[in-house]
C-alpha cells in the first residue's frame, strides 16, 4: 500500500508528521507502526523517531532530512565520541539504543513520555494551516514556557506502548503565563535548536571550559572550583521550573552532578546539559559573583596578615596578637617567619643558620621527619619554617606530586603486563586507589594506557 506522508510545517516534529498521516488515513496506531516500521507493537520514541526505509520512502525525502525534524541534534549534544552518532542509531533498527537515549531521567524507564503545546500556538496555527500540530522547539527536555508566547505549556501524557495514538494538540481553557526565568531558558534552548550551535560532547565541553576560564570559575592549573560553581549554578536553578529533580543539582554541594555533567566520557542526558549551558550565558553575573567571592577572600587574607604584622612591629607577643585578631598562635607565628620578624620566636636555638640549613634540606627532598630528627627539633616547627617561603612550598607539592604520578603509574602498568587481556574493571579491583588518582589527575595518560572501555550491550528480546 503506498502512503503519502503530509508536507512538513514550520518547526514541526517528525512524529507529528506521521500522526497527520494516522488521522488522514484512518488507520489505527498498529497499522501505520507495521507498514513504517515493520512491526506494529514498535513504541515509537516521539523525540527520536526511527529513520527507516519505508518513511523515507513515503514522505520522499532523504533519512538526513528526516533527521532534522527529530532532536537528534540535541541528544547528540550529551553523547560521548566512542559511541555512534544519534543519526546512526536513528537508522538502527534496534529501538533500544534510542530509549536508552531519553529514559535517563526516570532511571529505570518507566514513566510515559510527554508531548507538550501551547494554546496560542495551536490557534495560530489552525488559523494559519488548518491543523494544529506538535513543534519541536516545545518537545525539548525541561522547557516548560512556550519561547513565542510566554504561556506555560500543556503536558499530554502519551499512552505506555501505541504512542501515535495521542493524536493532534487541543487548546486548554486557561491561558497560564509562565515565569520569566523559565521563559529566558525556553528561548536560549531554542536558538540551540534552531541555530545548531554544537556538534558534539567535545564542542560542547571545549565551549563550556573556556567560559568557566573567562568567567574565573578555573584555577591557574584549570582545574575546576568546585564550590563556586555549584554555589553559583544551584543558585541560577532553584528559580527554574524543572521537569525532573535528575535535571538539577541536589545542593549547592552536589559536586556528583557537575562530575558527571562535565565527564567527557559519560553520556550527559540534553535536560542537565542546557541547564548548565543556560547558567553560563547569563549576562556577567557569574563572572560578578566569582570575582566578588575570590577577591574578598583574598582581600581578608592579606588585611588580617597586614594587621598581624603592625601588631608584631609595635611590640606585642605572640599570644597577646593571637587574641586581638582571633587567630591561633601558630598562624601569628607564621605570619611573623613569612615577615622575617623571628627575634621574640622559641625555642631560641633556631636561629638563622639552623633554618637556613633546614630550608636547604627542605629544597633537597628530605622528609620533614628526617629534618626533625638530623636537628632535634619537633616536625612542626620544620614545617612552620617549610611554609613560610611559599616556593618551597610550591616546589615540595609539585615533588610529591610528580613522585606519587611516577608510583601509580608503575602500578597500572605492571598490573596490565601481568594480564594482558584484562579490563578497566580488574584495574579498578586490584589497583584502585593509584586508577583513581590518574582517572582524576593525570586523564591523558590513563586514556592512552588502560584498556579500551566496554561498549553497553542491549538485548534484542
Not at 592579606?302 to 598562635?329: M, P
Not at 626533625?372 to 615533588?399: A, D, H, N, W
Request: with cysteine; glycine share 4%.
Amino acid at each position: 500500500m503506498s502512503l503519502t506522508l503530509p508536507a512538513l510545517l514550520p518547526s514541526e516534529l517528525l512524529f507529528s508528521r506521521i500522526i497527520r498521516l494516522l488521522v488522514q488515513t484512518g488507520f489505527s496506531a498498529e497499522q501505520i507502526q507495521y507498514l513504517l516500521f515493520s512491526n506494529s507493537r514498535v513504541s515509537i520514541n516521539p523525540l527520536l523517531v526511527p529513520l527507516s526505509d519505508a518513511l523515507s520512502n513515503c514522505s520522499r525525502e532523504d533519512t538526513a532530512s528526516l533527521y532534522t525534524q527529530t532532536l537528534g541534534r540535541i541528544f547528540e549534544i550529551g553523547l560521548p565520541g566512542k559511541y555512534p552518532s544519534v543519526e546512526n542509531i536513528l537508522r538502527s533498527k534496534n529501538s533500544y539504543y534510542s530509549s536508552w537515549l531519553w529514559k535517563f531521567p526516570n532511571h529505570k524507564g518507566l514513566q510515559n513520555p510527554i508531548l507538550k503545546s501551547c494554546n496560542k500556538c495551536i490557534s495560530q496555527d489552525i488559523y494559519t494551516y488548518g491543523v494544529a500540530y506538535w513543534h519541536r522547539e516545545h518537545q525539548i527536555p525541561n522547557v516548560v514556557a512556550c519561547h513565542l508566547h510566554s504561556l506555560r505549556l500543556n503536558k499530554n501524557k502519551l499512552l505506555r506502548r501505541y504512542h501515535l495514538a495521542a493524536g493532534l494538540p487541543t487548546r486548554t481553557t486557561l491561558d497560564v503565563y509562565a515565569k520569566k526565568q523559565d521563559v529566558e531558558y525556553a528561548v536560549f534552548v531554542a536558538s540551540v535548536l534552531t541555530e545548531q550551535s554544537f556538534s558534539s560532547k567535545s564542542h560542547v565541553l571545549g565551549h563550556i571550559f573556556k567560559n568557566l576560564m573567562d568567567k574565573g570559575f578555573l584555577t591557574k592549573r584549570k582545574r575546576l572550583k568546585r564550590q563556586l560553581i555549584c554555589q553559583s549554578f544551584y543558585k541560577e536553578v532553584s528559580t527554574l521550573t524543572v521537569e525532573y529533580s535528575y535535571f538539577s543539582p541536589e545542593s549547592a554541594t552536589d559536586f556528583r552532578f557537575l562530575r558527571s555533567l562535565l565527564s567527557p566520557e559519560n553520556y550527559s542526558h540534553p535536560g542537565r546539559l542546557l541547564i548548565f549551558l543556560f547558567w553560563l550565558s547569563k549576562d556577567e553575573n557569574a563572572k560578578i559573583e566569582a570575582d566578588a567571592n575570590h577577591s574578598q577572600k583574598a582581600n581578608s587574607d592579606d588585611e588580617l596578615e597586614r594587621r598581624c604584622v603592625l601588631y608584631l612591629n609595635q611590640g606585642y607577643s605572640l599570644n597577646q596578637v593571637s587574641k586581638i585578631i582571633h587567630k591561633s598562635r601558630t598562624y601569628v607565628k607564621s605570619v611573623a617567619l613569612k615577615a622575617g620578624i623571628t627575634d621574640r620566636l622559641k625555642p631560641k636555638r633556631i636561629d638563622h643558620t639552623m633554618r637556613n640549613k633546614i630550608v636547604a634540606m627542605a629544597f633537597k627532598g628530605w622528609h620533614r621527619r628526617v629534618i626533625s630528627k638530623t636537628f632535634s627539633i619537633s616536625q612542626g616547627s620544620v614545617e612552620m619554617i617549610i611554609s613560610s617561603i611559599p616556593e618551597l612550598v610550591k616546589y615540595r607539592k609539585r615533588c610529591k606530586f610528580e613522585s606519587k604520578r611516577r608510583r601509580y603509574r608503575v602500578e597500572i602498568m605492571r598490573f596490565i603486563d601481568k594480564n594482558g587481556d584484562c579490563i578497566r574493571q580488574d584495574v579498578f579491583d586490584n589497583c584502585n586507589a593509584a586508577a583513581h588518582w590518574l582517572f582524576g589527575n593525570d586523564r591523558a595518560w590513563y586514556d592512552e594506557n588502560m584498556p579500551a572501555p566496554l561498549l553497553p550491550k542491549f538485548s534484542n528480546k
